[in-house]
């Protein structure tokens, strides 16, 4: 099926898959072919531009994040992650990963529930599992006469619902949430999922959030604990997400080429009423439009885990 673009356009070299690399300036060439820049784009980056430039530049191309009490402890959502990836798709989980203990506990009593609940009602009747955890790139997207943008998710669990009439593919993301919420037709990680399942040959027609209540199960929570939000992946809207890509890969190129430092104006801030408690670098953000040294403060209250982090 063909989705409004032409991936194949002016590509005349051999593509070489960067599965292990995740930042941006990655290049693949061979002897006689001409030079050719790959440059790879996590979805999460994207969907941080479209929120704000200024704070995805400063995480994302320069590497600054708030430093935790323990960067190498990973929290629930990660640990859940990793039971889910086991319970369907028979991975091992890492044992070089660290958790916070109470966080083990609480990932585990939310696995248990959830699949008693599964069980109970019967919501993965006719599920059979094509994947999980799988890093995926798009096609290459050109950006410049030598340079391409591929972006890269992954992509939590792909299933085929045997229950459901001709068979369909489904995208799922696995959420863990204080509370249920709703989730839209367009919303940005599932479409741009679901693009980068076409570009791989797998032509999801759903893609869905399986959101899973993030609490210790006290004689207070009352089941459910999990809600499924599908969404209807027709053509017109993958052709739609596929340009937006393609036009946001441009810009988010064109504004790294002519900046030179966050204080451009091409790497612009959108200030809201959620940038107090959403948003780690509220307290450098003002500082570079006042013109101070906003570099000290991230220099002695931040870490820097490496440019171009992806």
Not at 77 to 89: D, I, Q, R, V, W
Not at 119 to 141: K, L
Not at 171 to 191: C, E, I
């Amino acid at each position: 099926m063909e989705h409004g673009r032409d991936t194949s356009k002016n590509v005349d070299v051999a593509w070489t898959h960067v599965k292990n690399a995740e930042k941006h300036g990655t290049t693949t060439t061979r002897k006689g072919e001409p030079y050719v820049q790959e440059i790879i784009v996590r979805q999460s980056e994207l969907k941080r531009w479209t929120r704000c430039r200024r704070a995805s530049y400063l995480q994302y191309t320069e590497g600054w994040s708030k430093p935790s009490e323990d960067s190498d402890v990973r929290g629930v959502g990660t640990h859940f992650h990793g039971l889910m990836a086991e319970y369907y798709g028979d991975v091992e989980p890492d044992e070089n990963i660290k958790y916070n203990p109470d966080d083990v506990q609480t990932s585990q009593v939310m696995f248990d529930t959830y699949v008693s609940e599964m069980e109970e009602t019967g919501m993965d009747a006719g599920q059979e599992t094509v994947f999980v955890e799988e890093r995926m790139f798009t096609a290459p997207i050109q950006v410049a006469g030598d340079t391409f943008y591929r972006v890269s998710c992954q992509v939590d669990h792909l299933y085929r619902d045997t229950a459901i009439v001709g068979e369909p593919l489904i995208g799922q993301d696995h959420k863990t949430s204080a509370s249920f919420f709703n989730t839209a037709d367009n919303d940005f990680q599932l479409m741009v999922y679901a693009v980068v399942l076409h570009d791989n040959g797998y032509p999801v027609e759903y893609m869905e959030h399986n959101i899973v209540k993030r609490n210790k199960r006290t004689g207070r929570a009352k089941p459910p604990y999990t809600q499924r939000n599908r969404i209807r992946i027709t053509s017109e809207a993958l052709d739609w997400w596929a340009g937006y890509l393609h036009t946001m890969c441009h810009e988010h190129f064109k504004a790294h080429e002519i900046s030179t430092s966050v204080r451009s104006p091409q790497l612009y801030p959108v200030p809201d009423n959620t940038c107090s408690w959403g948003c780690d670098f509220v307290d450098v953000c003002g500082m570079v439009d006042e013109g101070e040294d906003y570099e000290s403060v991230l220099i002695n209250e931040y870490q820097k885990e490496g440019a171009f982090g992806g």
